[in-house]
Structure formats: C-alpha cells, structure tokens
C-alpha cells in the first residue's frame, strides 16, 4: 500500500494560520502599538510648540497648558505600549503553543509518517525552538505596523513643518525599505540550515545520553563523543554564517538609517539657516528625525523575523506534511469491533518492499498461490513448511496464524525481518503486498488506534514514564483491573519487593532509575496487565537473568492461556513455552515446529544460542 498524506501544508500556511488563529490579539495590539508610536511622534512636535507659543513668548500659562498637555501624551503612550504588549505577549505565547500541539498531534497521529527520517531531539528542536520563532511574528506584525503609522505621522508633521522635510520622508523611506529586503535574503537562506543543524546537534545529544549505559558496556564512549563533536562543530558553523549574515545585515540596516536621518537633519538645518522655520520647527525636525531611528530600525528588526520564520515555518511543514505510514480505515467500520471475536490473528502473503521499493524474486515452497509445500529435514524428522513467505527481497508471503491457547513464536535470523512483520502488526507500516486479519476482519479496516488495541505490539525498548510502578503497570489497563497477576506473571512482584514502597514508589522518566532487567519486567507487566485479545511480545527478557526469564516464561504463558500471544523471540526459554515457533531466514520462512523439533537445525540453534 502506498503511504498517503495526511494533508499538505507549506511554510506559508503554517505562518497564515498562526497569524489568522490569533488575528484579534494582533489587531488590538497593533491598534495600541500604533497610539504609542504616534504618541512618541507627538513628544517632539510638542516640545517645538512649548518653545514657540511658551518659552519664547514668555508666558507661563501657555507653558503650563502645554506642559499638560504634554503629560498626557506621555501617559497615553505608556498605557497604550503596556496593553498592547500584553496583547501581543499572549498572541505570541498562544500561537506557540498550538504550533507545538500541531507539531505533536502530527508525530503522535495514528497512521505515523512524522518521525520518519529524523532524531527525537530534532523532532524536539522542531516543535520549539521552530514553534517559538514562527510564534514570534505575532509580535513582530504588530511593531511593523506601528512603524508604519510612525513614519506616516513623522512624514506628515514634516511636511506640516517645512514640505522639503516632508517630501524627503515620503520619496526616501520606499527604497529604504526595498533595501533591507534585499539585504535580508542571506539571513533567511542561513537560518534554515542553521535550525537544521542544531535540530540535529540536540538530537545526537539526546540519542546518545539515554543510550549512555550501552555505550559504556560496549566501549564504544570515544566513537560517541566523535559523532556528537562532529555533530556539534556542524552545528555551531551553520549558527555562525546565520550570525554573521544577521550582523552584517543589522550593521547595514543601521548605516543606512544613520546616513537617511543625518540627511534629513541636514535639510532641517539648511532651512532654520534660510528663516523659512523657527527655532521650535527645527528642534521638533530634529527630534522627528531622532524619534524615526526606531521605526526605521524596526522595519530591519522585522524582516529578520520574518526571515526566521519562514525558515522555521518550512521545517514544521515538513513535518505537518510527512506522508502517512499506515493507509485510511474503511470508509465503514466493520463489526464487531476487533475486541470482540476470540482473537485469531492471520497473516497471509505478507511481504515487504525492498529499500528500492521493489517486491523482489520469486521462490519455491508454499505460499497462498498454492504451490507444494516445502520441507525441512532436519535430522531427527521432517518440519513441514506450511507457510513459507518473504520480508525484502523474496516475492512470497508470510503465512502466519496465531490462535488462542499457547503462545506462537517467531524466531527470525535477521532482526530487519522481525522489525517490518512488528511495524505491520502495530500499524505502523503497511506491507507492500498480503492480508493481516483478525477473526477474518482485515485489521487495516479499522483505524490504527483501535486496531492497536485490539493487536498490542510490545516493542522490545518499551519506555516507562515518570510516576509510580503502580502508575506504569495500569497505563494501558482497562478499568478496574487488578495489577497484580500481571506483576506476578512477569515477575515485576520482585522488584517491587526490592523498591523502597513497594508498587507505589516514583519511577524517574524512562525508568533510568532502575536496571534494565527490572525496565523489562514493569514493561511486560504492562503489557500482560492491557488484557489485549492479541499480544505480540518482542524480545522482552533480554535483560533478565537465567532463573527469572524462566519464571517470566511460565508465568507469560498462564497468564495469557486462552488468549493469542505471538512471541518474536530467540529467548530458548521462552520458545520453550511456545506452542509453534517460526523460523525465518533470508526473510523467508524456513520451518515451523516446536522448540524441540527446530534445535536440530543448525542454523536455526545457531541463532537461539548465540
């Protein structure tokens, strides 16, 4: 099945919709950034009328008068900058947080697709550091505007004052502006490689921290600390070039403002010299030309956001845009629901494109086309191959059945092998060809969530979350039900002896807190505490000592008795347990029988031994 999109959405469609969601927000704020700006416009303008009418003239009423005046508009801007500030505050913090949510709902949307490709940490990167600056512009919107009503208001008080002032605003502030977007162009082509790049840095950090403990056992630190450096160094080169292009085109932005108003206070000058102002119009000149430093720096500050944004917006599109992993549910939904049967799970011609999409070669033995079965003489009787199928490169399918009583087994030579069939019984990739059903029921008829309920794949590096051990075991349970025989089936009783409350002491994020055998044991208490009608297990004592898998192995299979279990495994224990066991090799399937039977293969105790 081909992965499909869940909707495509550009750079530009993730700022509109950042913009669009808190327009109301933005609106107020710009309204009020606008009346501070002209309220600052007003400060020189009426500090040339209190020289004029007042300081000039003597007369201290009108100084009074105007002084009050004055005092108002000082208190008018200061109001109307700290709502408008808050209003912009929360436009920005809002409009953050739903791009994370957004961002979160993709990577945790059923049918998958969103993490494909990249490193937690860079997902992490993405939906904050990306999230924040396209965020940003909800701020950036509304100081752009009133930038604009500043220099409108400068332009029209100087030409009110002196038309040579006034047309010099009009006719130099448009090429002014084409200038700083011509400049900003370096800036936004380095900071898309620069988030990347971090993204990427943070995401090696991450990976390799909680893979700390194994690169120590295996001595494999040095070799870690390489790839992170040459992750680090990539990183801070690509946060350097975006640096430079972002210093280089503020330091042009400021010159070019620098040398504007020394312009226009020369023109100022000229015209106080020649008598066509008073002293007052020239002193409100002057500081209009002071005041309009901000405003114009404001247009640099601005387009640098934006710049930002749409690289960080182009990121989080990706990630909106990811196709889906897993296909659309039928359009209406099968019944009964998938809970409801006895829980048989099939598998039949099941394969899996190659990594250049192909389905691969033919092969002999059985398979759903109905040629001869194939059989395996291993020595001390003959392993019927009744169903022979491919993960890769062969063009069979796997034919699989898992029924309730005793748990099945897989056993595959090639991990890769066991990793696709697992992402295809989770939902989490479609196989290229063949049918999974449960009680006859396509499973891909149903939304992946539920179907998910229905098959629970336990994934071998299964996490645990902060909270107590209590909290861990019963996160998928149903209501009401008790922990206990699950905890004692995978022998998480122990360690919950061993803890210092018992099931209700705190397990830190990950379960660092604890061994890896104990991790594996309140994961698969979990796991068995879900009560799901079909249970697939992968590898999930590898970290138990000898004795406690056999526990683990007994108990499992009296827990689950009437349920169906598939095992993927090369644990001899708990293939001991199973019912049938599977063996795949070269992604075919090679034999099925009991543990016993496959030992006398040499490939296959090859595998279960090492």
């Not at 709902?105 to 860079?122: A, F, I, M, V």
Request: proline letters at 5%; charged letters at 15%; hydrophobic letters at 50%.
């Amino acid at each position: 099945m081909q992965q499909s999109a869940l909707g495509q959405v550009s750079g530009n469609d993730v700022i509109r919709g950042s913009l669009r969601a808190y327009r109301g927000r933005i609106s107020a704020a710009g309204a009020l950034f606008c009346t501070h700006q002209i309220g600052e416009a007003l400060v020189p303008l009426l500090v040339g009328v209190i020289i004029d009418r007042a300081v000039a003239t003597g007369d201290p009423v009108a100084l009074a008068g105007w002084l009050a005046v004055l005092a108002l508009d000082f208190l008018m801007l200061s109001f109307s900058y700290r709502f408008g500030a808050r209003q912009a505050w929360h436009a920005d913090a809002w409009a953050d947080a739903r791009l994370r949510r957004l961002v979160a709902g993709r990577l945790l949307h059923p049918r998958g697709g969103g993490e494909t490709g990249r490193l937690p940490g860079e997902l992490t990167g993405i939906a904050v550091s990306d999230s924040k600056r396209v965020a940003e512009l909800n701020t950036a919107l509304p100081f752009g505007l009133a930038a604009i009503a500043a220099v409108a208001v400068a332009a029209v008080a100087l030409l009110t004052i002196d038309l040579s002032l006034g047309l010099l605003i009009l006719l130099g502030t448009p090429p002014l502006l084409w200038l700083v977007q011509l400049v900003v162009r370096p800036l936004e082509r380095r900071s898309g490689p620069e988030q990347e790049r971090a993204a990427r840095a943070a995401g090696t950090a991450a990976d390799l921290v909680s893979g700390l403990r194994v690169l120590t056992g295996i001595g494999a630190r040095p070799a870690a600390v390489r790839r992170y450096r040459a992750s680090s160094q990539d990183a801070l080169a690509a946060t350097l070039r975006a640096t430079r292009a972002e210093a280089g085109f503020l330091g042009a932005v400021q010159l070019t403002n620098g040398l504007f108003l020394a312009v226009i206070a020369l023109v100022g000058g000229l015209a106080a010299l020649n008598g066509s102002i008073t002293v007052g119009q020239l002193v409100s000149a002057v500081g209009l030309a002071q005041f309009l430093v901000g405003p114009l720096q404001m247009f640099g500050f601005v387009s640098a956001r934006l710049a930002q944004a749409r690289a960080s917006a182009a990121r989080i599109a990706a990630v909106l845009s990811a196709p889906a992993v897993v296909g659309e549910p039928a359009a209406q939904l099968p019944e009964p629901a998938p809970d409801a049967g006895p829980g048989v799970l099939s598998l039949r011609g099941i394969r899996f494109a190659d990594s250049a999409g192909h389905h691969g070669a033919g092969h002999s033995g059985t398979g759903h086309d109905g040629s001869t079965d194939g059989e395996l003489d291993t020595g001390s009787g003959t392993v019927r191959d009744t169903g022979s199928g491919a993960v890769g490169d062969n063009a069979g399918g796997i034919d699989l059945d898992v029924h309730p009583g005793a748990p099945a087994a897989l056993v595959a030579a090639d991990p890769e092998d066991a990793a696709k069939l697992l992402g295809a019984l989770a939902r989490e990739a479609e196989p290229a060809a063949g049918r999974i059903t449960l009680d006859g029921v396509p499973l891909d008829a149903w939304p992946a969530e539920i179907a998910r309920g229905a098959v629970l794949v336990a994934a071998h590096d299964a996490h645990l979350f902060a909270g107590s051990l209590h909290e861990n075991v019963i996160a998928g349970a149903p209501d009401g039900i008790d922990p206990q025989p699950a905890m004692t089936a995978a022998a998480a009783d122990q360690v919950a002896a061993t803890l210092p409350a018992g099931a209700d002491t705190d397990v830190s994020a990950r379960g660092r807190s604890l061994s890896g055998g104990q991790r594996q044991r309140i994961a698969l208490a979990r796991a068995l505490a879900a009560d799901a009608p079909v249970l697939v297990l992968h590898d999930p004592t590898t970290a138990v000592d000898a004795v406690t898998e056999t526990r683990v192995a007994e108990g499992l299979a009296a827990h689950r008795a009437g349920r169906s279990t598939l095992l993927v495994t090369t644990s001899p224990a708990l293939l001991a347990c199973a019912g049938t066991v599977t063996f795949l090799v070269d992604g075919r399937v090679r034999a099925r029988g009991t543990h016993a039977e496959l030992m006398a293969d040499a490939d296959y105790r090859a595998v279960v031994t090492a």
